[in-house]
Every structure is written in C-alpha cells, then in structure tokens.
C-alpha cells in the first residue's frame, strides 16, 4: 500500500466516523454542553482527566475554558488533572496509579462541579476509579469513551460514546466533541 493509498484510505475512515459521530452523537454532545453550562453557573468548574492522548485533550479542553475559544469573555473555571507533577507522582506513588484522578476529585471536587472522564477504550482504571469517587460524593459525571462506554459508564451520568473501535477516530472525534462543548459553553457566558 501506497503513502497516498494509506493517507486516502485514513482521511476517508476519518469521514465515515465523524459523520457516524455527527448522526449518533449530536444529543449528547448538547446535553454534555447544558452540564457543563449547569455547573459554571452555579459556580463550579469543569475537571478534566485521562491518560496521554486524553491526557492532552484534558488540558487542551480546560485552556479553552480559562482562557477562550474564539470568543474573548471572563475566564470559566476549569482545570485538568493530568497537569501537577507532584501530585500525579506522589499519588501514584503512596498509593497507586490507579488513584491518581480519583484522589484530586476527592481533595479538589465539590458537588457544582463537573467531571469528565476521558478514556478511549472506557475501562482506563484511574479514570474509572476518579468517576466513581466523583459519582460518590455527588458530583455529576460525564464520561468520553470509544464505542463503549464500559467501565467508565458504569459511573457516568452521561456517556459520549464515540462509533469507533479505532483509538485515532476515537481521539479526533473527542477533539470535535471538546471544540463544541467549549464553543456552547463559551457562548453561554459571552457578554
């Protein structure tokens, strides 16, 4: 195979997922969004974990917030977990990888906020285990999976189930995701 048959091949899946997405998840993109609205206008704020890729979504996700989308307005409160070294490591450290999301929602969450829980294959365990201390303490939740939604929907009041089982489409289609919910957010709270 080719580099143009692969990259052809690429973009056209790429396409077929979105639309797929677009059809199937439109719904539950403006519910994540009405959530999101919901807790910045009770004065709480959007927390953001996952690991690498999603890792990276978290904190692309929460600049959005505090600094703007395309819109200049007052910052919106959010945060990403996957940010503080010393926490992550001293975590991980004294008491398991598994516990690093779930001892910043613990420490950090009250119950206006918002949670949401990136994983692609929705059975990451410390994304499952921040989930569900956030479902614990009251805090809604909301979980950005692959196809399905697994573990992380057990504890999700909502679930954006992207229809792929491939990581990348799965990843692209967060990003689209993430865009939205920020763009809805954002225009919520624009002056």
Do not use: W
Request: aromatic residues 6%; hydrophobic residues 40%.
């Amino acid at each position: 195979m080719s580099h143009s048959d692969i990259i052809a091949a690429t973009i056209a899946d790429h396409a077929a997922t979105v639309e797929r997405f677009r059809e199937q998840c439109s719904e539950t993109i403006a519910e994540i969004a009405d959530l999101v609205i919901q807790s910045l206008a009770a004065g709480g704020k959007i927390c953001f974990f996952g690991n690498g890729g999603s890792a990276a979504d978290s904190q692309h996700f929460a600049a959005e917030f505090v600094v703007r989308f395309t819109r200049n307005r007052k910052p919106l409160a959010s945060i990403a977990f996957t940010t503080d070294t010393s926490i992550l490591t001293a975590a991980g450290n004294d008491f398991g990888y598994e516990s690093v999301f779930a001892r910043q929602v613990e420490g950090l969450c009250q119950p206006n906020d918002l949670v949401i829980g990136i994983s692609t294959s929705g059975t990451s365990k410390n994304v499952v285990a921040g989930l569900e201390s956030a479902k614990s303490m009251g805090v809604k939740c909301v979980a950005f999976t692959g196809e399905n939604a697994a573990t992380c929907g057990d504890f999700a009041d909502v679930s954006l189930c992207v229809p792929s089982p491939v990581t990348a489409r799965v990843q692209e289609c967060h990003l689209i995701a993430g865009h939205l919910i920020c763009d809805l957010g954002e225009l919520a709270f624009s002056e």
